[in-house]
């Protein structure tokens, strides 16, 4: 599997968990489900590096801030930050090989 697809796959299961978060974690979880619907969305139609730069931003809130979380499982933690780390090694991904297709690009027409 790809950075790419990776990326928005992550992204999706994030959306997922953060709409299913919401009954119990309230404005929060409603507010990183349409960040990472709309800005998944957004990559997916347009590949656009802006939007990988907030997923991966997203994705680095999951990892620094799970393990603060008070009254969640130690398994909902880990998992958390497992998928955010993941995540952003997608993100990286992405964007280190956009980097290296247009140094290919530059190189062929040079």
Known sequence: MN??????VVTFVFAVTEAIDIVDVGIAAAIFAALYVLFGAWFWRRGSVI???VLGF?????VT???TWKDTSTAVKI???V???IGLVAAAGVV??????RRIAAHRVA
């Not at 997203?58 to 999951?62: G, K, R, T």
């Open 3 to 8: 950075a790419r697809k990776l990326l928005l």
């Open 51 to 53: 939007a990988v730069a």
């Open 58 to 62: 997203a994705f680095l809130v999951e």
């Open 65 to 67: 801030q799970a393990h």
């Open 79 to 81: 998992y958390a930050m």
């Open 83 to 85: 998928l955010g780390a």
């Open 96 to 101: 280190v090989g956009r980097v290296r297709s």
